[in-house]
């Protein structure tokens, strides 16, 4: 992204809301490295049929000493503020471009404790959006931020290689987000390569743990259900293995990644808006889709004639 569009958007307050997590987080600089080296271990990945040990410490600090000296040297800290050792802990081959083959995703196919919802990032619907209770960050990739931005992110390119593309892409604040009726503003960091975070047949956007703790979102194991809670009004998801309608299928070795999560909601329909209504609202900075939004709109319609022969 060339230096204008990065002045551009700091301008623009609308693009940049709730962005407080960028103020509290500094640029990582070698003193932060010197002070987690002692938290750096080395990883063990295990694939197919062996154990493969990876002594990730030396490779890591080698390959990303450089990438956050040359990120310091001229960057907006809203959009560019680097991983730090905390996300790197969790996400440990997060800036590797490509992902080495051997890397397994921290979300995978046919995981039957996968936990997802449906919601709205934008214009465009997710049918089967992923949550990840343990990291410490949400993440979108480039180009499904492309897909539902206005203005697109470029490839971030090396500096001193323009021919190697970083992974880390920088990060965003403020994206709206719509569950049903409920809205919420996240922050995300846009890679370029999601796929040591999610597999690729998923999606490429995944949730955070402190997504959860913003939304009161409430997981129940047992019962595969999601609740979010908001002004006393909740709404629930429930896992597709945990149905009712396929409690006769033996789920092992079924994947059950292609059946969304079902949305159940409260029975007082009294004063509950229109699902998705708060997306007529969005502004020029995010692409408009023109179906969707005439879909909101008739249901809408549909909703107060409904009222209106309630009351008469």
Excluded at 209 to 224: H, I, M, N, S, W
Excluded at 247 to 257: R, V
Aim: aromatic letters at 10%; hydrophobic letters at 30%; a negative charge.
């Amino acid at each position: 992204m060339s230096q204008s569009s990065l002045a551009e958007q700091n301008r623009n307050p609308s693009s940049l809301k709730c962005v407080h997590f960028v103020n509290s987080i500094l640029i990582l600089n070698k003193e932060d490295e010197a002070k987690e080296e002692g938290d750096v271990k080395t990883s063990t990945i295990e694939y197919e049929d062996h154990e493969m040990t990876v002594e990730s410490k030396e490779e890591f600090e080698e390959e990303t000493e450089d990438e956050i000296e040359e990120e310091e040297e001229d960057s907006p800290k809203h959009f560019d503020t680097f991983p730090t050792m905390k996300e790197l802990r969790y996400h440990e081959w997060l800036l590797k471009n490509p992902r080495p083959p051997w890397v397994k995703a921290k979300v995978r196919t046919g995981n039957l404790n996968n936990v997802k919802f449906s919601c709205m990032i934008g214009h465009f619907d997710k049918e089967q959006a992923y949550l990840d209770m343990e990291s410490p960050i949400n993440v979108m990739s480039r180009l499904h931020y492309n897909w539902i931005m206005s203005k697109r992110l470029g490839p971030r390119r090396k500096p001193s290689n323009p021919g190697k593309i970083y992974n880390f892409v920088g990060r965003v604040g403020g994206l709206k987000v719509f569950v049903r009726n409920f809205t919420y503003e996240c922050d995300f960091m846009v890679l370029e390569d999601t796929t040591s975070v999610i597999d690729h047949d998923l999606g490429s956007v995944v949730f955070r743990k402190p997504f959860v703790e913003a939304t009161r979102l409430v997981y129940d194991r047992e019962e595969g259900t999601i609740t979010f809670e908001k002004d006393k009004e909740k709404i629930w998801f429930k896992m597709p293995h945990k149905m009712e309608m396929f409690k006769h299928i033996d789920f092992t070795g079924i994947k059950t990644d292609h059946i969304p999560s079902f949305a159940i909601e409260s029975d007082d329909d009294s004063s509950r808006k229109t699902h998705y209504s708060d997306s007529l609202d969005l502004g020029p900075e995010y692409k408009h889709h023109e179906n969707v939004c005439r879909a909101i709109r008739s249901l809408i319609a549909m909703k107060a004639k409904r009222n209106k022969g309630e009351v008469t």
